[in-house]
C-alpha cells in the first residue's frame, strides 16, 4: 500500500465510535440513525472478494491486496477463501457492533479468539435473528445438538447452504479457522490501519452539513451513493460505518433489530491522487455507461421504474448479472434503489445523466497549476 507507515497501529482511543444520531419519527418505522467510525470493520471488508475488484480503490492500493494475500501461507488463503471470500464468515464484523471498545483491528481479533465458539457464529449468523426459529435451531448446533443439522439445511436459502452448513458441522474449527485466518491477516493490515482510520475521519467530518440538514432517508440514500431505505417493522437501528476497502460496494449486513450499511467513502476523504488523474467520480460515470447491458438497463428505466425481476426477464439475463450492472450505475450515481424489506425498486437519475459532458468537460478545460511546456 503506497505511503503505508513502518510502525504498527497503536490502540489508541479514537473518537466515539457511535455519534451523531439522527431519529426518525415521521412515521411508519422509528429508528435511528447511527454512525460507527471504526478500521475494525474495513479490516474485515479488505477479506472480501470484491474489496480491490475495481478502480474505485486506488492501483497502489489494489496492488498492495494482490500482494498481501498472495504472500500469505497456502493453508491461511484457502481459508481467506472459504470463509470470506465467499462472504460466508463477512457477518463476523457484527461482533464489533455491540463491543465499542474494539477501536482497532488487533482489539477486535484478539477479542474474537477470547470469544467461545458459541459468540464467534453468533455474529457470523446475526441475520438469521429476523427468523428466531433457525435462530434457535442454530443455538442448538452450536451448543452440541447436531441432530438439528438437517433442519438447518432445509430453512437455509439455497445460495447459502454449501458453506453455512460446513461451518455449522464443525463450530469449534469453524472458530480456529476464523481466527487463524484473522491473525495472519492482521500481520498485514496492522501497519496501514492508521491511514485508513485517517481516511474515514475525513469521510465522517466531510458529512456533518448533510446530517444537520437532511431528513434520515434523504441521508442514508446521500451517504450510500443511492441506496433509500425506508425502514422495516422491529427495526431500531440503522448504523452508518465509511468504509475504504468496500468502494464502491454497500456492505449490508443486518441482525434482529438492526440494519448496517459499510458505504464507500466520498472520493474527497481518499488521500491526495496524482493532479492530472481524472476524478474517480468521473471514472465510474463514464465507465458505467461504457457498456450495452447497463445503457440497455437506463433506457427501460429512462420509460420508468423497474424491479430486479422485472429487468432481468425484460433483458433475459440472471438475476445475479443485473444486480452486478445496476451496483455499477448506483455507484455512478445514475440509478437510485429504494429498499423495503426484500424488496427492491430502481429508478434513473435523470440529472446524472445531464452531469456526465459537463463534468468531462470541466476536468479537460479545467486549469492546471503546473501546466506542460510548450512544444516546438
Known amino acids: 500500500m503506497a505511503g503505508r507507515p513502518t510502525r504498527t497501529t497503536r490502540d489508541r482511543p479514537p473518537p466515539a465510535p457511535s455519534r451523531g444520531a439522527v431519529r426518525d419519527f415521521t412515521g411508519g418505522s422509528r429508528y435511528v440513525v447511527e454512525w460507527d467510525v471504526r478500521p475494525v470493520y474495513d479490516f474485515v471488508f479488505s477479506l472480501s472478494e470484491d474489496a480491490g475488484s475495481t478502480d474505485d480503490l486506488p492501483a497502489a492500493d489494489r496492488t498492495w491486496l494482490i500482494d498481501a494475500r498472495a504472500s500469505l501461507p497456502r493453508d491461511v488463503r484457502a481459508a481467506i477463501q472459504r470463509l470470506f471470500e465467499t462472504e460466508a464468515a463477512t457477518q463476523i464484523a457484527t461482533f464489533a457492533i455491540e463491543r465499542p471498545e474494539l477501536r482497532t ?30 435462530a434457535e435451531l442454530i443455538a442448538a ?15 437455509l436459502p439455497e445460495w447459502q ?19 487463524g485466518a484473522m491473525t495472519a491477516w492482521l500481520a498485514l493490515f496492522e501497519p496501514i490501519a492508521d491511514r485508513v482510520a485517517a481516511m474515514l475521519e475525513r469521510d465522517f467530518a466531510l458529512r456533518s452539513v448533510d ?35 468496500s468502494r464502491p460496494y454497500n456492505f449490508l449486513l443486518a441482525g434482529s433489530d438492526w440494519r448496517f450499511f459499510g458505504y464507500p467513502i466520498a472520493d474527497e476523504a481518499l488521500d491526495a491522487l496524482d493532479p492530472l488523474a481524472a476524478p474517480p467520480g468521473l471514472v465510474r460515470l463514464h465507465r458505467a455507461l461504457g457498456d450495452t447491458t447497463r445503457l440497455r438497463i437506463l433506457k ?26 445496476l451496483v455499477l450505475l448506483r455507484s455512478a450515481g445514475l440509478v437510485t434503489v429504494t429498499e423495503s424489506g426484500a424488496v427492491m425498486n430502481y429508478t434513473l437519475r435523470r440529472q446524472r445523466l445531464a452531469d456526465a459532458s459537463s463534468e468531462l468537460e470541466a476536468f479537460l478545460v479545467s486549469d492546471s497549476d503546473d501546466p506542460a511546456p510548450d512544444a516546438r
Open 300 to 325: 427501460l428505466l429512462a420509460g420508468r421504474d423497474f424491479y430486479l425481476t422485472e429487468l432481468a426477464q425484460q433483458l433475459g439475463l440472471s438475476k445475479p448479472t443485473i444486480k452486478h450492472h
Open 211 to 245: 446530517r444537520a440538514s437532511l431528513t434520515p432517508a434523504d441521508l442514508i440514500e446521500r451517504t450510500t451513493s443511492g441506496l433509500r431505505w425506508l425502514g422495516e417493522p422491529g427495526v431500531r437501528r440503522l448504523i452508518l460505518a465509511p468504509s475504504y476497502f
Open 141 to 155: 448446533v452450536v451448543a452440541g445438538d447436531s441432530t438439528r443439522l438437517p433442519e438447518i439445511e432445509a430453512r
Open 161 to 179: 447452504r454449501q458453506e453455512r452448513m460446513a461451518m455449522l458441522v464443525d463450530p469449534a474449527g469453524t472458530h480456529a479457522q476464523i481466527v
Open 105 to 134: 483491528p488487533a482489539a477486535f481479533v484478539t477479542a474474537i479468539g477470547a470469544a467461545t465458539p458459541a459468540e464467534v457464529l453468533g455474529s457470523v449468523f446475526a441475520e438469521v435473528g429476523r427468523d428466531p426459529e433457525l
